[in-house]
């Protein structure tokens, strides 16, 4: 009686120890299978493939190249900058609401995925002449391949004309002509509106 008592005691550790193993391994595979998914989606979203966010500085103003005349000289009526169907800095709601837009804005932090930079568009206009100007420019062909946190992104009006740029990181070679903003202008600035 005890010799049976003892060997159903053993058959029933062992069947509890490969219960047990199965489990893990059944844990342990279904933690692979997720990770494994995991990955895949990461992949098919971007974020694996170079669509990083990038924290940059932005900005536009009307008086940067020619101080005043430039701010009485344009009227802003309209800007995007990104994603037109998704995130991007545009004029505000409440601006909008009033049939108005802001005249410049500034934007040390701006936080935006690389895929969301697709478009700047500018709308304003010239009040010597009376002409509206709309200008849309492709981002995606424009912009640096290595832009980054370390650039910024600039517009601005010298005589009613529009003049965008991207400041780069980089020193300007000293036998470079200075161009861009003025308190960017010992840096290199790539002028990316008008082309040349």
Known sequence: MYLSCVRRNANVRKRFHRKKKKTMMTLFRSLLFSVLIFNLTACATGSLAGDEMIRHAFAFN????????????????????????????????????????????????????????????????????GKIHEVTIDLVKKLPKDFSRKHRFFASFKQ??????????ERRPKNEAAQGPEAYQWRKNLRIYPEK
């Open 62 to 129: 009307k008086g940067e190249f020619d101080g005043q005349a430039g701010i009485d000289r344009v009227q802003i009526l309209d800007y995007l900058y990104g994603n037109p169907d998704g995130y991007a800095a545009r004029n505000p709601r409440v601006y909008r609401e009033r049939g108005e837009c802001r005249q410049g804005t500034s934007s040390g932090g701006l936080n935006t995925m690389r895929s969301d930079l697709k478009v700047f568009y500018m709308k304003w206009l010239d009040k010597q002449t």
């Open 160 to 169: 009613g004309q529009l003049y965008v740029y991207v400041v780069t990181p």
